[in-house]
Nanobody, 114 residues
Framework: VQLQASGGGLVQAGGSLRLSCAAS????????MGWYRQAPGKQRELVAI???????NVADSVKGRFTISTDAAKKTVFLQMNSLKPEDTAVYYC?????????WGRGTQVTVSS
């Protein structure tokens, strides 16, 4: 499984960004896909995940502001980020778990200015 994230950038507080993660490989229809982030000096943390049935789980820190979704083929995972705050600044990583094997994509930088 290969993952390619895109869509990061610089945005002012209160703005929006949409991250995309293009996935390729086998058994993606059974994957749990997610987004994690890592701010400077902090540990990587879960932002949101979506399972093969479409169920989602979103971190409390972004609940109501961020939404995770996939396309119909489940080969692209999106993270819609609204009402961005400076504390959302981090490198965002796409993640997939397929048959208990974890895959990571390269991160994409999100910077929110105050």
């Amino acid at each position: 499984v290969q993952l390619q994230a895109s869509g990061g950038g610089l945005v002012q507080a209160g703005g929006s960004l949409r991250l995309s993660c293009a996935a390729s490989g086998s058994s993606l229809s059974r994957a749990v896909m997610g987004w994690y982030r890592q701010a400077p000096g902090k540990q990587r943390e879960l932002v949101a995940i979506i399972n093969s049935g479409g169920g989602t789980n979103v971190a409390d820190s972004v609940k109501g502001r961020f939404t995770i979704s996939t396309d119909a083929a489940k080969k692209t995972v999106f993270l819609q980020m609204n009402s961005l705050k400076p504390e959302d600044t981090a490198v965002y990583y796409c993640n997939a778990i397929v048959f208990f094997i974890t895959y990571w994509g390269r991160g994409t930088q999100v910077t929110v200015s105050s």
